[in-house]
């Protein structure tokens, strides 16, 4: 990373921010995974295997749950980034979602040098792209005081919608209630839900898989109007003829945008299940 008013900055996240290995590498991000825990055996969750671990959770009768990372797996990832940088700007997933942010802002306590842990108040790709944004503008040569307020207000700048085909999921890892989750699995309603100020917040119900992707899209397009959005990713993990339309229809009517399509990560995969399926759009 460029130096900044004779400072090396650095980035630091957790796993939850779905980088690629190559953009990883391009802006130097050092990773810190959350775990997952199968009949009390422990897995970080950058080591397992995708395609394995969601057909493993597709069919299982109990289901995985997930932990946040200890102050120490971050004390290890910032004693060895330190070794290259001065200062270090850490975006972790929602604080209301989960305690990451508590134990990287433990962790940050152990060290002299500047570390600036920031709640995204965002989930998957949504902080995957504020960690881009900002290897982009230490690259510009951006003081530390406005990558952190640039970190801080992000959220602001990005909507998200998700759903899922099994409500059981979200209940069994504690975002909905098990009465809620079997009258919609009965009903063979979807939610369509947004995270809003950190928050897993509903939006409305629908009928059927086409009213679904159309619902999605509607949303972001109402909050992001086309001409002002500048990205939009298509998430998802089995749903590849439903990540193909929706991409479809955001070109449509976004022609100028960014539109990318990725595979959730095993955490937040762990609680959608694996017809879980979102869009994630940032404002220009």
């Known amino acids: 990373m460029k130096e900044v008013g004779g400072m090396k900055i650095g980035l630091v996240s957790d796993n939850t921010c779905n980088l690629t290995p190559e953009e990883i590498q391009k802006y130097d991000v050092r990773i810190v995974s959350l775990y997952i825990e199968r009949g009390s055996v422990y897995s970080k969750a950058v080591d397992l295997d995708l395609d ?17 990372p ?3 797996d971050f004390i290890e990832v910032f004693e060895e980034a330190l070794k290259t940088y001065d200062v270090l700007i850490v975006p972790v997933l929602s604080g209301k979602l989960s305690g990451t942010n508590v134990s990287a802002t433990i962790a940050a306590r152990d060290f002299e040098q500047p570390i600036h842990v920031v709640d995204s108040q965002l989930i998957a790709d949504g902080t995957g792209l504020l960690v881009k944004n900002l290897g982009d503008l230490i690259q510009k040569g951006t003081p530390v005081k406005e990558l952190v307020e640039y970190a801080s207000n992000f959220h602001n700048k990005t909507r ?3 759903s899922t085909d099994d409500l059981s999921y ?22 369509v839900i947004h995270i809003d100020e950190g928050e897993l917040k509903p939006v409305e119900n629908v009928r059927g898989n086409k009213k679904l992707l159309e619902s999605l899209v509607s949303h972001i397009l109402k909050e992001i109007p086309p001409e002002n959005l500048r990205r939009a990713r298509v998430q998802s993990i089995w749903r590849k003829e439903d990540t193909v339309t929706l991409e479809k229809m955001l070109r449509e009517e976004a022609p100028e945008a960014e539109i990318e399509s990725r595979v959730f990560e ?7 299940g694996p ?10």
């Open 160 to 162: 998200t919608f998700f």
């Open 266 to 272: 095993p955490i937040i995969g762990t609680h959608l």
């Open 170 to 191: 979200l209940q069994k890892g504690g975002r909905i209630g098990k009465a809620k989750a079997l009258m919609g699995n009965l009903l063979k309603m979807k939610p």
């Open 52 to 68: 394995k671990y969601y057909e493993e959770l597709g069919s299982a009768s109990e289901l995985p749950t997930t932990s946040q």
């Open 275 to 284: 017809q879980g399926i979102g869009i994630i759009g940032e404002m220009k």
């Open 70 to 72: 200890s102050p120490q």
